[in-house]
């Protein structure tokens, strides 16, 4: 079983940018697919970003494309967002989570191991 554990969230003005972390123990990334979901006070969880498990493959959700990057770090064991341009309506509670089958998924309920999230505030 993995555990992950987000880091680098924060306050931001609009048009800044951050970046997140994601470090995972117990197993390495490389055997899973990992995905961002965000979820903002009052809505569902909304997906962000996922890469595959080997790297080679990566997806966005149409609200981030062109700003956000997701990435995977030299050390298998840590996957990176990289927020940039971001907008008020990107605040919101951002989780890492990994799917077992390797093949990223746009969909939240395909994850299997989450973590407990990074806030994430954007300020006008």
């Known amino acids: 079983q993995v555990q992950l554990v987000e880091s680098g969230g924060g306050l931001v003005q609009a048009g800044g940018s951050l970046r997140v972390a994601c470090v995972a123990s117990?197993?390495?990334?490389?055997?899973?697919?990992v995905g961002w979901v965000r979820q903002a006070p009052g809505k569902e969880r909304e997906f962000v970003a996922g890469?595959?498990?080997?790297?080679?493959?990566?997806i966005y959700a149409d609200s981030v494309k062109g700003r956000f990057t997701i990435s995977k770090g030299n050390t298998k064991d840590t996957v990176y967002l990289q927020m940039n341009s971001l907008k008020p309506e990107d605040t919101a509670l951002y989780y890492c989570?990994?799917?077992?089958?390797?093949?990223?998924?746009?969909?939240?309920?395909?994850?299997?191991?989450w973590g407990q999230g990074t806030q994430v505030t954007v300020s006008s």
């Open positions: 890469i595959s498990a080997s790297g080679s493959s990566t």
């Open positions: 989570a990994a799917d077992r089958r390797r093949t990223v998924t746009m969909n939240p309920i395909d994850y299997d191991y």
């Open positions: 117990g197993r390495t990334l490389s055997n899973y697919a």
